[in-house]
């Protein structure tokens, strides 16, 4: 019991950078106590003393703001950073080395009896105020970003943003150029636990912005085919193409191209 103490006591110096001495960690962080009230209520409720445990996982919501229902099953070195308004469902099971950030709920889609929350792999990390909906698995490694509502399964090493969570990153991938893609998307977003920054915009906002980048360089070309057609007597290119009013699209390139242009992404402290 005590070594496990000890490795939750140290996950929080390696995970959170404003810790800075044991007494503060013991006293002052409340993701700490109530992984230490859920493991006995846990501990209850696998005895069969079912209304002890939801006693004592009240008495951990009441005192830390965080609700981890006793029958949640949860690995080792689970960190909870400021934790307010988590909540951590019945059949959720967390695996060793995972992170949730405040407002993160583990919840499920269903009334019905049995597996009814996420599965969430070791190594993850899942930003503040998302939503992880249903009896799914959230792949080893794997990153959800702030304010994300995910509902379906998440492969291994991806990163997910956005309502509906749509993956931006996918990991696992041995090709060279997917590779140097990912790594400067990556660079570009970053990963951001607090909120969704103007360097992780909508992923469709920014598909249609590359689109229309395109749209009108393919649009110059035509005229300068078209000058050079003129000029050999042709009159192909006579009918003009009906015209594309950039003010109408402007909302979109600007997050496109911003979000490209600022390569810093936002961190929370």
Aim: contains cysteine.
């Amino acid at each position: 019991m005590f070594e496990r103490m000890r490795e939750d006591i140290q996950s929080v110096f390696h995970r959170d950078p404003a810790a800075r001495n044991t007494l503060e960690v013991l006293i002052c962080y409340p993701g700490l106590h109530a992984v230490w009230l859920h493991r006995l209520a846990h501990c209850l409720w696998g005895a069969d003393w079912k209304l002890l445990a939801r006693l004592v996982s009240h008495l951990g919501r009441w005192l830390t703001g965080i609700e981890i229902h006793p029958g949640a099953k949860i690995g080792r070195r689970f960190f909870i950073d400021h934790g307010m308004g988590i909540v951590i469902g019945e059949t959720a099971e967390i695996g060793d080395d995972v992170t949730l950030y405040h407002g993160v709920t583990l919840g499920g889609t269903s009334w019905n009896k049995g597996k009814r929350h996420p599965t969430l792999a070791d190594g993850v990390i899942v930003g503040a105020g998302a939503k992880i909906l249903g009896p799914f698995t959230v792949g080893a490694g794997a990153k959800v970003g702030s304010n994300a509502v995910v509902t379906k399964e998440v492969p291994p090493g991806a990163t997910v943003v956005g309502i509906p969570g749509r993956i931006i990153l996918r990991g696992g991938e041995t090709d060279d150029v997917q590779e140097a893609k990912r790594k400067a998307m990556a660079e570009k977003i970053g990963f951001d636990a607090y909120g969704v920054s103007e360097d992780m915009p909508d992923p469709v906002a920014r598909a249609i912005g590359q689109l229309l980048d395109h749209l009108q360089a393919v649009d110059g070309r035509l005229e300068g085919m078209c000058k050079a057609l003129t000029a050999l007597g042709s009159d192909y290119c006579a009918k003009d193409l009906p015209s594309l009013r950039s003010e109408d699209f402007a909302a979109v390139q600007g997050e496109a191209r911003g979000a490209a242009a600022d390569p810093d992404a936002a961190k929370g402290s």
